[in-house]
C-alpha cells in the first residue's frame, strides 16, 4: 500500500501540479501561432501562421524593444560582475574592524523594500537629465547588495597564498585582482551574473518609471503598453509575450543547476 | 597592513553606490515627504506631517492598504503551505523529481508581464478559467473575473500563488537538503514512514528555513504592482488598488511627488515594523 503511494500516486500528483504549472506557458506559445483576432485556443479551427510575430516586430517595434532588454540587461550584469567581485575582495582581505560595518550595510539594503526608491530614483534621473536614456535603465543598478553580499562571502573561502606570493613577487594589487582573485571567483560570478540578468531581463516597474519614448522600451514596458488588454489581439500579444519570456525559458532549461544554485546561495546563507 | 589598507579603496564602487544610489534617495524621499513637491512644478514647500495626516484620512489610501494587507495574508499561509507540501514530497527521490523541481520554477523566471496578460486572457469572458467554472456548475461573474469587485483580487492572489510556489519549493528544498542524512536512516529503521517522518523530523528542523521563506514573501507580496498595473490598474472600485500602485499612481502619474512620498513612507514603517516582528517572533522560538 504504502509503496503504491509512492510509486505512483505521489508522481500521478506531482504531474497535475506540473500541468498546471506549464499549461499557461503552453497555451501562450499556441495561441500566438493563431489567426490574428482569435481571442482563446480552440481545436476547430486551430492554426499555425508567424503573422503575428511579423506584427510584432514589423509594427510594434518589438526589434528595439529586444535590444534594449538585452543591451541593458548585458550592461548590468558586466557591471556587477566587476563591481561586486572587487567590492567582495575588499570586505574580505580588508582591515575587519572597517570592512564589517561596510558589509552590514550591503545586508541591511537587501531588507529595504525597493518602492521607497520609486520617487527619488525617478526625480534623481529627472535632475541628472538621465530620465529616458540608457543611463537611467542602467548606472544605478551596477552594484546590487546582493551581488556584494554573495562575492564577500564566495571570495572569504578562498586561499590567500596565491595573492600573497604575487604579492611577494612585487605585483600590485590592481594586477592581483584581475589576473589572480577574478579567475578564481568565476563560480560565483556565473551564478550572480544568471541571477542579475535575469532580474533586469523581466524587471518592470524601474524600466516603466525611467523611460517615456517607444525606442527606450524594453520588452516587459513595450509588453504591456503595446495595447490595452481588454481591446488587445491576443494572438499579437502572445508572440510580443513569448519573445519575451521563451529565451529566459530555454536558457533556464539549460542551466538550470547554476541557477537554482544561485537563488539557494543567496536563500541559505542568510 | 599597508596592503590591508590599500585593499580597502576595492570598496569603494559600493560605498558609491551606498551613499548616491540608497542612502540619498531614502533620505531625500523622507524629506519629500513632508513638502507639498509637484512633479510639474518642480519644488515644493515644507508642510510637516500634514501628507501623513491627509493620507490617514484619504479613503483611497485606506482601501489600498486594507487591499495590500488583504493580499499579504491571504496568500502568504497558501503558498507556503502548498510548497512545503510539493517539496516534501519532491524530496523523496521519486522518479522526475528533478523534471518537478524544475517545471515548478518557471514561471518564477518568466516576466510578471507575461504571466499578467496570460491571466488576463484566462480569466476574461470566454477564457479558459472561465469556461472551466462554468463547466463545473459555477457561475462565473458575468463580465470575467477581473470585472468584478467581488473576484478581481482573489483571482490576482490565485495568480500569485500559482507564480511564487517553485521558488519557495526551490527554498524548501535546499532546506530539506541540509538536514543530516542519518537522521532519516534512523527513522527509516525504526519504521517510520513518509507522515511520520515529516512531521517529526524534517518540518521541526526547517523552522529557519520557514522563517527565511516568510519574510520574503512578506516583503514581496507588501509590494504588488505589475499584475495590478497590467490587470486592473486597481479597478473595478479600486476593489485591487494596492499600495505600490497608490504611491506610482499619486506620485509619477499625478505628480504628487510629496504625497505620495509620505504614503511609500508609511508603507516602509509598515513593512519593517513587519519583518523585525517576524524576527522576533522566530528568535523567540528559536531560544525557547
Known amino acids: ?270 | 597592513m599597508r596592503t590591508k589598507h590599500k585593499i580597502l579603496l576595492f570598496t569603494l564602487p559600493w560605498i558609491v553606490y551606498l551613499l548616491v544610489f540608497w542612502l540619498y534617495p531614502i533620505s531625500y524621499s523622507l524629506y519629500l515627504s513632508f513638502t507639498d513637491f509637484k512633479l510639474l512644478q518642480g519644488s515644493g514647500d515644507f508642510i510637516g506631517f500634514t501628507n501623513y495626516s491627509n493620507l490617514l484620512s484619504d479613503p483611497v489610501f485606506l482601501t489600498s492598504l486594507k487591499n495590500t494587507f488583504y493580499f499579504v495574508f491571504g496568500t502568504i499561509p497558501v503558498t507556503t503551505v502548498l510548497a512545503l507540501i510539493f517539496a516534501l514530497l519532491i524530496a523523496e527521490k521519486i522518479p522526475g523529481h528533478k523534471i518537478f523541481q524544475a517545471a515548478y520554477f518557471i514561471p518564477s523566471i518568466t516576466a510578471m508581464v507575461v504571466i499578467a496578460l496570460i491571466f488576463y486572457n484566462l480569466y476574461s469572458r470566454g477564457g479558459y478559467l472561465f469556461s472551466l467554472c462554468q463547466i463545473a456548475g459555477l457561475s462565473p461573474p458575468e463580465n470575467g473575473f477581473l470585472q468584478s469587485e467581488k473576484t478581481a483580487l482573489l483571482s490576482i492572489m490565485a495568480m500569485d500563488v500559482w507564480v511564487a510556489i517553485g521558488y519557495y519549493v526551490l527554498i524548501f528544498l535546499a532546506g530539506i537538503k541540509s538536514i543530516p542524512i542519518e537522521l532519516y536512516e534512523a527513522a527509516r529503521g525504526d519504521g517510520a514512514g513518509f507522515f511520520r517522518r515529516s512531521a517529526s523530523i524534517t518540518i521541526p528542523l526547517l523552522k529557519s528555513t520557514f522563517a527565511f521563506v516568510i519574510v520574503l514573501n512578506t516583503i514581496r507580496s507588501f509590494q504588488i504592482f505589475v499584475e495590478i498595473f497590467v490587470m486592473t490598474s486597481g479597478r473595478p472600485f479600486n476593489s485591487t488598488l494596492t499600495a505600490v500602485f497608490f504611491i506610482f499612481e499619486r506620485g509619477i502619474s499625478r505628480g504628487s511627488i510629496g504625497y505620495a512620498s509620505a504614503a511609500a513612507y508609511i508603507l516602509f514603517i509598515i513593512l519593517l515594523t513587519f519583518s523585525l516582528l517576524q524576527f522576533k517572533l522566530i528568535n523567540v522560538r528559536k531560544s525557547a
Not at chain 1, 8 to 17: D, E, G, Q
Open chain 1, 1 to 270: 500500500m504504502k509503496k503504491a503511494l509512492m510509486l505512483w500516486m505521489v508522481p500521478a500528483f506531482l504531474s497535475i501540479v506540473l500541468f498546471i504549472m506549464i499549461f499557461p506557458m503552453i497555451y501562450m506559445i499556441l495561441l500566438s501561432f493563431q489567426e490574428p483576432g482569435s481571442f482563446s485556443l480552440s481545436l476547430r479551427n486551430f492554426g499555425l501562421t508567424l503573422k503575428n510575430y511579423a506584427v510584432v516586430f514589423k509594427s510594434n517595434n518589438f526589434g528595439t524593444y529586444f535590444f534594449n532588454s538585452a543591451f541593458v540587461a548585458l550592461a548590468v550584469t558586466a557591471g556587477n560582475i566587476v563591481f561586486c567581485a572587487m567590492v567582495g575582495y575588499g570586505l574580505s582581505r580588508g582591515n575587519i574592524r572597517i570592512t564589517w560595518p561596510i558589509f552590514l550595510s550591503a545586508v541591511a539594503m537587501l531588507m529595504v523594500p525597493v518602492h521607497v526608491l520609486i520617487l527619488p530614483i525617478f526625480q534623481m534621473m529627472l535632475k541628472f537629465g538621465w530620465f529616458d536614456t540608457y543611463l537611467a535603465l542602467i548606472v544605478p543598478w551596477l552594484v546590487a547588495p546582493l551581488g556584494v553580499f554573495l562575492m564577500k562571502q564566495y571570495i572569504d573561502g578562498l586561499p590567500t597564498d596565491l595573492e600573497d606570493a604575487a604579492r611577494v613577487d612585487g605585483a600590485g594589487e590592481i594586477s592581483i585582482f584581475f589576473k589572480i582573485v577574478l579567475p578564481l571567483c568565476k563560480p560565483a560570478l556565473a551564478v550572480l551574473s544568471v541571477q542579475i540578468f535575469l532580474t533586469t531581463w523581466n524587471s518592470f516597474l524601474f524600466p516603466k518609471i525611467l523611460t517615456n519614448s517607444s525606442k527606450m522600451y524594453t520588452l516587459p514596458v513595450g509588453l504591456a503598453l503595446m495595447q490595452d488588454p481588454r481591446s488587445s489581439d491576443w494572438p499579437v500579444s502572445m508572440a510580443g509575450s513569448t519573445v519575451a519570456a521563451l529565451p529566459v525559458i530555454i536558457f533556464f532549461l539549460i542551466f538550470q543547476k547554476r541557477i537554482t544554485e544561485g537563488i539557494t546561495a543567496g536563500a541559505l546563507k542568510q
